[in-house]
Structures are given as structure tokens and as C-alpha cells.
């Protein structure tokens, strides 16, 4: 199983948004890189839900429920399916993973701008029991 990271914005599609939709194609990103993340994608794949700009915080957690198809926006891009796994019980924010020097490698740190990116399984651990406390 691999981990990702997936940014929304809360005014544009939240958390309460996907719960209620209880799937969602995850669409839009016009990033090769981030493009190349969602190619890699594969069904049963944990993602934290990021709030970013508004909130700038690890929010909750979902899942991937269809690997890459094309974008219904535009063919020449991907996109993928997500669906609600939990709502973390405390958001854990950039503020907090920017100050731990276990999380001083992570994508969202080191390449802070990408949408869609890879958390390694450590950092998954590690911030998961963040949000526990």
C-alpha cells in the first residue's frame, strides 16, 4: 500500500463535502508531477485530506476507490476516485509539521506547492499519531 496526500480548498470541495457526496473524482491537477502521483495511485491507497491556503491542516484521511482515468475535464490529464475513510480526531497543522524535525523531509514540506504527493509510510504513522493527541 502506498500513502498520498490529496489539497482542497474548504470552500471548494471539504471534508463535509466528500462525506456527504461519499465519492468523489479527484480531478483538475494540472501538474505533471502531481499527474505522475495520481498515475501511481492504486485501488485500496490512503491519502490525508489537506486543507490548504484556508486551514493549512491535515484534516482527515480517505481512500482511493478507482485508479487513474482520463479527467473528464480534459482527457490529456488523469484523475482518480476518492471516497471518506475518517475524519481525524485532531487536524494536525502545517505549523506543527513544519516544526518537527521527524517530518523535515516530507513532500509538504520540502515541496509545499505539489497537490497531489507521496507521504512515505513513517510519516503516515507519525502524523496519525499527531492527531491522536
Same mark, same amino acid.
Given at each position: 500500500?502506498?500513502?498520498?496526500?490529496?489539497?482542497?480548498?474548504?470552500d471548494?470541495?471539504?471534508?463535509?463535502?466528500?462525506?456527504?457526496?461519499?465519492?468523489?473524482?479527484?480531478?483538475?491537477?494540472?501538474?505533471?508531477q502531481?499527474?505522475?502521483?495520481?498515475?501511481?495511485?492504486?485501488?485500496?491507497?490512503l491519502?490525508?485530506?489537506?486543507?490548504?491556503?484556508?486551514?493549512?491542516a491535515?484534516v482527515?484521511?480517505v481512500?482511493?476507490?478507482?485508479?487513474?482515468?482520463?479527467?473528464?475535464?480534459?482527457? =490529456?490529464?488523469?484523475?482518480?476516485?476518492?471516497?471518506? @475513510?475518517?475524519?481525524? @480526531? =485532531?487536524s494536525v497543522?502545517?505549523?506543527?509539521?513544519?516544526?518537527?524535525?521527524?517530518?523535515?523531509?516530507?513532500?509538504?514540506?520540502?515541496?509545499?506547492?505539489?497537490?497531489?504527493?507521496?507521504?512515505?509510510?513513517?510519516e503516515?504513522?507519525?502524523?496519525?499519531?499527531?492527531?491522536?493527541?
Open positions: 500500500m502506498n500513502y498520498w496526500l490529496v489539497k482542497s480548498e474548504p471548494v470541495y471539504s471534508w463535509d463535502d466528500l462525506v456527504k457526496d461519499k465519492k468523489t473524482t479527484w480531478d483538475g491537477v494540472r501538474n505533471f502531481a499527474r505522475n502521483n495520481l498515475k501511481a495511485m492504486k485501488k485500496g491507497d491519502a490525508f485530506f489537506y486543507y490548504s491556503n484556508e486551514g493549512k491535515i482527515a484521511m481512500e482511493v476507490s478507482k485508479e487513474a482515468f482520463p479527467d473528464p475535464k480534459d482527457a =490529456n490529464w488523469v484523475a482518480v476516485e476518492i471516497k471518506p @475513510k475518517a475524519l481525524l @480526531k =485532531n497543522s502545517l505549523a506543527t509539521i513544519k516544526a518537527d524535525k521527524k517530518l523535515s523531509t516530507m513532500a509538504l514540506v520540502t515541496n509545499s506547492r505539489l497537490s497531489v504527493q507521496p507521504v512515505k509510510p513513517e503516515f504513522d507519525y502524523i496519525l499519531a499527531l492527531s491522536e493527541k
